[in-house]
């Protein structure tokens, strides 16, 4: 199985912070990594998918980058809506597997 | 507007059953490929399992296989998860999503419904 490690698993940051995540696969997966946003008690929101590719309706404030096993999540200016936890994936291959996510909390 | 509404989560025993359903809407159900992902209380995501557009082909995670299937009805727009000999480490908000098209990543989710498995 791909192990997909997100570092760091929490962040504290201020509005209009720039705020890199960063996700490594245990193998290389070529480009085939997603980005999520999840807020508390909601369902996950797709942000990013074939490393880079935003999702329609996402603001270009997001940004993914990286191929074989280094990514990151870029969130250019954060704001108040940002705050969540963030969760890489990988779907290269079976099983579909996830990072333990990073929380982004206000400073 | 793409949805996806799930049910028939609760509350069941060790070793009990149950079958969750997910009713989509607003897009061509039979187009796409489905999954289920669950998250155990206070933990991350996990993928469970996933089935192509005629229910042909199915993947599972290694934990769920042999208890847990999952189908579709196309005519009905619905996706089921029936899931048997259940452990208490299988307590988790269960969501439907949709597979992107040609690719084993997700675009939408539903709300997602609680199992929880204890006696």
């Known amino acids: 199985d791909i192990q997909m490690t997100q570092s760091p698993s929490s962040l504290s940051a201020s509005v209009g912070d720039r705020v890199t995540i960063t996700c490594r696969a245990s193998q290389g997966i070529s480009n085939y990594l997603a980005w999520f946003q999840q807020k508390p008690g909601k369902a996950p929101k797709s942000l990013i998918y074939a490393a880079s590719s935003l999702q329609s309706g996402v603001p270009s404030k997001f940004s993914g980058s990286g191929s074989g096993t280094d990514f990151t999540l870029t969130i250019s200016s954060l704001q108040p809506e940002d705050f969540a936890t963030y969760y890489c994936q990988q779907y290269n291959s079976y099983p579909l597997t996830f990072g333990g996510g990073t929380e982004v909390e206000i400073k | ?119």
């Open chain 2, 1 to 119: 507007e793409v949805q996806l509404v799930e049910s028939g989560g609760g509350l069941v025993q060790p070793g009990g059953s149950l079958r969750l359903s997910c009713a989509a809407s607003g897009f061509t159900f039979g187009s796409y490929w489905m999954s289920w992902v669950r998250q155990a209380p206070g933990k991350g995501l996990e993928w469970v399992a996933n089935i192509n557009q005629d229910g042909s082909e199915k993947y599972y995670v290694d934990s769920v296989k042999g208890r847990f299937t999952i189908s579709r009805d196309n005519a009905k727009n619905s996706l089921f998860l029936q899931m048997n000999s259940l452990r208490a480490e299988d307590t988790a908000v269960y969501y439907c999503a949709r597979d992107m098209l040609w690719s084993r990543t997700f675009d939408y989710w539903g709300q997602g419904t609680l199992v929880t498995v204890s006696s």
